[in-house]
């Protein structure tokens, strides 16, 4: 619509401005509908929806050599939600959120983070230069055990705590790309068997059986 300006009458002038904040709004609604499609609204870090979306365009669109995909889970949280209530519960999954949101990296490329489901969070690092995965992997359960949130129901730590799988993806394939997520969970699933409170990186191939390499 034409700017009110453009008019001599007041009717026409008073009708144009109203059809521009009409638009102006649906414009507004429309952008803010897209950010909750796409976001998770307790801790307002993308979804699922936008992980898949921000992913595959690391590998079709910006054609990144390395990527690094970590699945996180915090320790034993069900216990943390059964003692300490929901309320609590959320402000954990939120400081958590803001934990993994606020660790740089330096690898000279893109990072995501995502709420995965529940308690489970994932971060995809992405770059053309080889990222150093296992430092990653580090930093983010030593971040998150520097909160000192107190979980003292934990039968492994006296805080909240993370278990993180980690898979190094050389030259990513978009047909690969729900592997990536099996092998980053079977890394996940070792490193929580191995103990709680750490990481497990291994290399991604095609061929399900990996090289395993352990902190």
Not at 64 to 70: E, G
Request: negative net charge.
């Amino acid at each position: 619509m034409p700017h009110e300006g453009t008019f001599i009458s007041k009717e026409m002038k008073a009708f144009s401005r109203t059809i521009n904040q009409i638009v102006t709004e649906l414009e507004t609604s429309r952008a803010e509908l897209k950010w909750q499609s796409e976001h998770d609204p307790l801790t307002r870090i993308a979804n699922r929806r936008r992980l898949e979306k921000v992913f595959k365009s690391y590998i079709t669109r910006y054609k990144f050599r390395y990527i690094t995909l970590f699945l996180i889970d915090i320790d034993h949280f069900k216990l943390f939600n059964d003692n300490y209530g929901h309320l609590d519960g959320d402000k954990a999954l939120k400081a958590v959120a803001e934990c993994l949101e606020s660790l740089e990296f330096d690898g000279c490329g893109e990072k995501l983070v995502a709420r995965f489901g529940g308690e489970e969070f994932c971060v995809v690092l992405a770059s053309d230069m080889e990222i150093d995965s296992e430092l990653y992997g580090e930093k983010l359960v030593n971040a998150v055990e520097l909160m000192h949130i107190v979980h003292q129901f934990s039968p492994s730590n006296n805080v909240l705590s993370i278990s993180v799988g980690g898979v190094e993806i050389d030259t990513p394939k978009l047909n690969d790309y729900l592997d990536f997520y099996h092998a980053a969970d079977r890394a996940l699933y070792s490193a929580k068997a191995q103990g709680r409170g750490r990481y497990l990186v291994q290399k991604f191939q095609a061929n399900p059986k990996t090289q395993l390499s352990v902190q």
